[in-house]
């Protein structure tokens, strides 16, 4: 099966920038969109960011202007550049990756286990 590895959160002050990144390891599968979702304490998950293999972005209206998100096909590997970071942006952030598994023939998606971001004020 597909796993998702993340990686880049920490501590950082307010003002400051992060570089996450996730990696998709398996075998024969396409990748056909990859994102960021983050969840806060008391709130539900919720989209950041994705990307699909052609480079389609599409961001969450706080992330916009601030976070870039960009993705390497071939390594199968997707980043979330996050800059001008906010107090409100702490949360885990979780790696997503919607896939279609060649073996089984079906789509299919699958969750890392999420890296921490902590902006302090």
């Known amino acids: 099966q597909v796993q998702l590895v993340e990686s880049g959160g920490g501590l950082v002050q307010a003002g400051g920038s992060l570089r996450l990144s996730c990696v998709a390891s398996?075998?024969?599968?396409?990748?056909?969109?990859m994102g960021w979702y983050r969840q806060a304490p008391e709130k539900q998950r919720e989209l950041v960011a994705v990307?699909?293999?052609?480079?389609?972005?599409n961001y969450t209206d706080s992330a916009k202007g601030r976070f870039t998100v960009s993705r390497e096909n071939a390594k199968h590997t997707v980043y979330l550049q996050m800059n001008s970071l906010k107090p409100e942006d702490t949360a885990v952030y979780y790696c997503?990756?919607?896939?279609?598994?060649?073996?089984?023939?079906?789509?299919?998606?699958?969750w890392g286990q999420g890296t921490l971001v902590t902006v302090s004020s």
């Open positions: 997503h990756a919607h896939y279609f598994w060649v073996v089984a023939g079906k789509y299919l998606e699958v």
């Open positions: 398996g075998r024969f599968f396409r990748i056909n969109a």
């Open positions: 990307i699909t293999s052609g480079g389609s972005t």
